[in-house]
């Protein structure tokens, strides 16, 4: 027997381990219940439906008693003429997200960070996070009010000589209003995790980098960016995650008939064929294929990190 299996036998297993944290720290453990709780029960419980996906669900039947139809409710998916309107929509208005609305909260936080005066800094700070607490109803009845066709803005348009534009009823308006007042919406929000990360960095950094001559634009790209760089690649990746996610509330309230054409998203569907139309099995594949194109996503932009960087998720 070698020194290697004699240590390893005298080694205590991982769950005398974990039994022993345990009983020494149960009562953090006793605080961590209800959140995992929650996640079993409302996470990995309903995974128990994701069956009906393969199946022609009645209710009357039940799960169980439902016929299995293999993968017809996802051919059905995949061939209707809807398929790439969708999966065009989808992609879209999450790129255009990830061009503009992800580098903002980032500009901002490095915006904020060079404001010297504190009071002014903090009054900023406030104006960018309030609009994170408005509801999402409350900002499509905003959008509405200010870009009807006799709203705010044509208002202002016509004053200068410009014809009223319908905004909410022209298709090609969409994504822009979309993506743009997310960017209202969220921008201060969302400098909140950077403007942490920023304050994490050396300040011995900084002032090296002044001994040195280093002006304030060099000491931005040289050290407050790259000092936030995992910040960033990690934000980068769980965004990449959701490309093809965009959340139905939001585009329920504003798109309309006639702007389907580039404001049906996956997830609009999901809802129009799911609860209005109750073709469950249909919805229920159409759901499991966004989440297994969002994982494979999500592993792969991980995994291009991992290979190019040191900077990973997981």
Do not use: C
Not at 135 to 142: E, H, P, T, W, Y
């Amino acid at each position: 027997m070698n020194k290697r299996s004699v240590k390893r036998k005298n080694e205590p297993s991982t769950w005398r381990i974990m039994g022993k944290d345990i009983r020494r720290n149960w009562m953090i453990y006793l605080l961590a219940l209800p959140v995992i709780a929650y996640y079993l029960i409302f996470h990995y419980g309903p995974m128990y439906g994701l069956q009906i996906a393969f199946k022609d669900f009645s209710p009357a039947r039940g799960i169980w008693g439902s016929p299995w139809v293999g993968f017809k409710h996802f051919m059905s998916f995949f061939d209707g003429i809807y398929f790439w309107r969708l999966i065009r929509n989808t992609l879209l208005i999450n790129i255009y997200e990830l061009v503009f609305a992800f580098p903002a909260a980032i500009i901002l936080a490095l915006l904020l960070n060079e404001i010297r005066g504190m009071m002014f800094k903090r009054w900023v700070q406030t104006i960018s996070y309030l609009p994170h607490f408005i509801s999402i109803v409350v900002v499509a009845g905003m959008m509405f009010d200010f870009l009807s066709r006799d709203g705010l803005i044509n208002q202002l348009l016509g004053f200068i000589g410009i014809t009223p534009i319908d905004f909410l009823k022209e298709a090609g308006w969409f994504r822009f209003l979309f993506v743009s007042s997310g960017i209202w919406q969220g921008i201060g929000w969302g400098s909140i995790i950077y403007l942490a990360s920023i304050a994490n960095i050396d300040p011995t950094l900084y002032e090296a980098a002044k001994i040195d001559g280093a002006n304030r634009w060099r000491q931005t790209f040289h050290i407050t960016i790259p000092g936030i760089m995992p910040t960033i690649v990690i934000m980068l990746i769980l965004n990449m995650g959701n490309m093809l996610s965009v959340g139905s509330d939001k585009v329920l309230l504003l798109y309309n008939p006639l702007t389907y054409e580039t404001a049906d998203v996956i997830s609009t569907y999901v809802y129009r064929k799911g609860i209005l139309e109750a073709s469950y099995s249909f919805t229920a594949a159409v759901g499991l294929f966004n989440s297994v194109i969002s994982f494979i996503l999500i592993v792969s932009a991980n995994a291009i990190s991992k290979r190019v960087s040191e900077n990973k998720l997981w």
